[in-house]
């Protein structure tokens, strides 16, 4: 059992939006601004697609997008493209001891 | 251009050792913390551990499941960092995946990632 909670799957159709969140606690989640979120198509390294909760690294599209509301942080992806189809991941940091966390994962399916 | 690339891995039998290394470029491997990162076949990720940068002292953390078992370091001179594997188990049975911190003190979030070295546990 993971961490932090996503849902399973997600699907949308081509141009649509679709947001996966991603659950924690207050040990981690909920008290650190430390949220990342990553894609990984099959067979490949996971690509970080933002950091610090909202941030985006250089090159990602600003059809992603993240934020956080308490213990649940949260990716959206907007005008849903076929090369979205992929699994996403969150992380957080969970402070010293348990440093970091990862959600199960969710599949995107674009329809 | 920055790249990770992880070496090591193989079959190995329930009890022994192995060793993986990651050999950086593209950046300066020394000011950096650097983290492993697992993902068992079907499944999805699991934080290992980091090392920190020798500014910050070099040292350590560990996730639970590997803890008085696994060992991080890393060899500025030659930009390698190191995973030693010892008293493994099936259930270490993964993908490993040698990742960049973004900083030197601590285990945030990673910005790179090497493509990955399978690790297969079994008798």
């Known amino acids: 059992q993971s961490a932090l909670t996503q849902p399973a799957s997600v699907s949308g159709s081509p141009g649509q939006s679709i947001t996966i969140s991603c659950t924690g606690t207050?040990?981690?989640?909920?008290?650190?601004?430390?949220v990342s979120w990553y894609q990984q198509h099959p067979g490949k390294a996971p690509k970080l697609m933002i950091y610090e909760g909202s941030k985006r690294p250089s090159g990602v599209s600003n059809r992603f997008s993240g934020s956080k509301s308490g213990n649940t942080a949260s990716l959206t992806i907007s005008g849903l493209q076929a090369e979205d189809e992929a699994d996403y991941y969150c992380?957080?940091?969970?402070?010293?001891?348990?440093?970091?966390?990862f959600g199960g994962g969710t599949k995107l399916t674009v329809l | 251009e920055v790249q990770l690339v992880e070496s090591g891995g193989g079959l190995v039998q329930p009890g022994r050792s192995l060793r993986l290394s990651c050999t950086a470029s593209?950046?300066?491997?020394?000011?950096?913390?650097m983290s492993w990162v697992r993902q068992a076949p079907g499944k999805g990720l699991e934080w290992v551990g980091f090392?920190?940068?020798?500014?910050?002292?070099?040292?350590?953390e560990y996730a639970a499941s590997v803890k008085g078992r696994f060992t991080i370091s890393r060899d500025d001179s030659k930009s390698i960092a190191y995973l030693q594997m010892n008293s493994l188990k099936t259930e270490d049975t993964a993908v490993y995946y040698c990742?960049?911190?973004?900083?030197?003190?601590?285990?945030?979030?990673?910005?790179?990632w090497g493509q990955g070295t399978l690790v297969t546990v079994s008798s």
């Open positions: 990742t960049r911190e973004t900083v030197g003190s601590s285990s945030w979030y990673s910005d790179y």
């Open positions: 992380c957080s940091y969970a402070g010293s001891s348990t440093v970091r966390v």
């Open positions: 593209g950046f300066t491997f020394g000011d950096y913390a």
């Open positions: 090392i920190r940068s020798k500014a910050y002292g070099g040292t350590t």
């Open positions: 207050s040990s981690d989640v909920g008290s650190y601004n430390l």
